[in-house]
């Protein structure tokens, strides 16, 4: 059974810094996509960073393109996602997903899911 444990969340000003992990257990393929998604009060929850863990081929979505970075340790089993240069736009429970296969498909398409972190910014 796969389990996804997210961390590091919290609150920061704006222009600061944050780094999210995900620690993942039970997952015995070679091949899947992992994506850090968020959601706002009153939003649809979005994805922000996707990794292929195939490749290693990063997405970001345009609104944190050039701000946040998708990684992977893959001894640790474990995926972070470095936040810079944080807006307080960027306030969302942030939670990390995974599915096997590329990173098509929407929120939907994604059978794996964390509880979730808080990540708040002020301005």
């Known amino acids: 059974q796969v389990q996804l444990v997210e961390s590091g969340g919290g609150s920061v000003q704006a222009v600061g810094s944050l780094i999210l992990s995900c620690a993942a257990s039970?997952?015995?393929?070679?091949?899947?996509?992992m994506v850090w998604f968020r959601q706002a009060p009153g939003k649809e929850r979005e994805g922000v960073a996707y990794?292929?863990?195939?490749?290693?081929?990063?997405y970001y979505a345009d609104s944190v393109k050039g701000r946040f970075a998708i990684s992977r340790d893959n001894a640790k089993n474990t995926q972070f996602l470095q936040m810079n240069t944080l807006k307080p736009e960027d306030t969302a429970m942030y939670y990390c997903?995974?599915?096997?296969?590329?990173?098509?498909?929407?929120?939907?398409?994604?059978?794996?899911w964390g509880q979730g972190t808080q990540v708040t910014v002020s301005s």
């Open positions: 990794i292929y863990i195939g490749t290693g081929s990063t």
């Open positions: 039970g997952y015995t393929y070679s091949s899947y996509c």
């Open positions: 997903a995974t599915k096997v296969g590329t990173c098509s498909g929407g929120t939907q398409a994604y059978n794996n």
